[in-house]
């Protein structure tokens, strides 16, 4: 594997021919326009609400919280840094168990009564700090992100997964230990989870949250069931069906908190599991069915957005107007997740250039877009962009190709470029990430998340070492 690496394209003619020579087409400005002039300064009205600016940051958890589900010191850091990054969008902060089985790690945050106060604090610590760099947080936009693991559920113990499922799948279940069906959540199951994701919307917006995503990705419960065709009863099949579990959560959020909004994170499309080929580069898992990937053409490594432009459609007619798109599972294809040039310590060497991940992810969103111009939407994807994503960025959203740029990665190793961008100053290259994976290989070991190669506060922590005896071991 031999893909030029982002920082040695130093010019923006470079980095253009290099898209060139991969045939992918992407927009990009050579100029980053700064202040009022630029596009990506510019505010997005609501329905009921003004976002600030056209950057967004992105849900991402720590595995940081106490083993109660309540933030630590490092969570609260953390969401401090998205208050300071300049963006007006926070989509969601990070995922939220809904209840204790489905916390994807023992140390996610969960939205009980109990935690309610601490998790309201979180908001309030980012929100402080927000308006202590900025002056005000009128035009800031905080999302809560409510979520259930499924199938990656690990609620007790990080070596130990306890997965609840919405189908047999024959690509994933083995990885698993799933022979039977004793995993799948049955109806009443699943009717009584709708019961308790609307109770953590209900004490979301009591701890001031102004919506909640109702998450649909990276392969946890909501988006395997929209991919449940082989799922028999209520919630599985037909689209109507594939698609009750999230209509009677947002029936339930309209009733029981009607100032609430909703928004949804939906992994636009899927790809089949990968896994290690005998040189390491990631290959299609032979055994997998490609009729359950949601967005998936068949092929088991294409796309069809049909299925997911419906539920645009059905987006718009409940009346949710924000949508974040991403795609796949960052468990089973990070490639098409978070492309990266250095893959996380447990996954598979890149099997294309990075480049053509986030363009692939791009794409998909403006086709979204294009087809459902009425709602919001979020991309997703853009940190492999490295140096030039303000100039994709701008580009992007100036062409109505996205309404606004989510950052993931990026803002764990660059906390405040949406600000340095919209102020016009030069970025500050050593603070640019590089994708080393740090971050995601940290927490599959059982180390808190957070990035160690360029942060100054991971990079003085102890968990450093062992990471890298752990890589250097592996
Ligand atoms: C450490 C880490 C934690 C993440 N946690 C979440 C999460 O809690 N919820 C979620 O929807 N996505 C999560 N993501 C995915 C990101 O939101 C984002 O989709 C992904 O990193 C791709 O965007 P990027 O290229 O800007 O990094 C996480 C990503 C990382 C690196
Ligand atoms: S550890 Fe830091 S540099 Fe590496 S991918 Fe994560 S944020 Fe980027």
Redesign the pocket.
Known sequence: MAYPRIASLKTHDQFISRLAELGLELPSDENVKQGDASPLAQPIQLKHDVVGNRFCI?????WDGTTDGKPSELTRRRWKNFGISGAKLIW?G??VAVRHDGRANPNQLIMTESNLASIESLRHDLVAAHEERFGNSDDLLVGL?LTHSGRFARPNEKARAEPLIAQRNPGLDPRFGITDDSKLLSDDDLKRLIEDFIAAAVRSQRAGYRFVDV?H??GYLGHELLGGHDRAGEFGGSFENRTRFLRDIVAGIRSEAPQLEIGV?VSIFDFVPYKPGDDRVGIPEPDANPRLMFGGDGSGAGMDLNDPSRLMSLFESLGIELVCS?AGS?YYNPHI???AYFPPSDGYQPPEDPLVGVVRQIQATAKIKQMHPNLTIVG?????LQDWLPNVAQAVVRTGMADSI?????V?SYPDLPADVIDGNVMTRKKVCRTFSD??TA?RNGIV?GCYPLDPFYKAMPERKQLADLKSNG
């Open positions: 992105l849900p991402m958890e720590g969601g990070e995922a992100q998450k990705c990276h994170r991403t960052p997740q978070r492309p997703s994807g853009y940190t492999y989510g950052l993931g990665r990026m764990l971050c995601t927490p998340s």
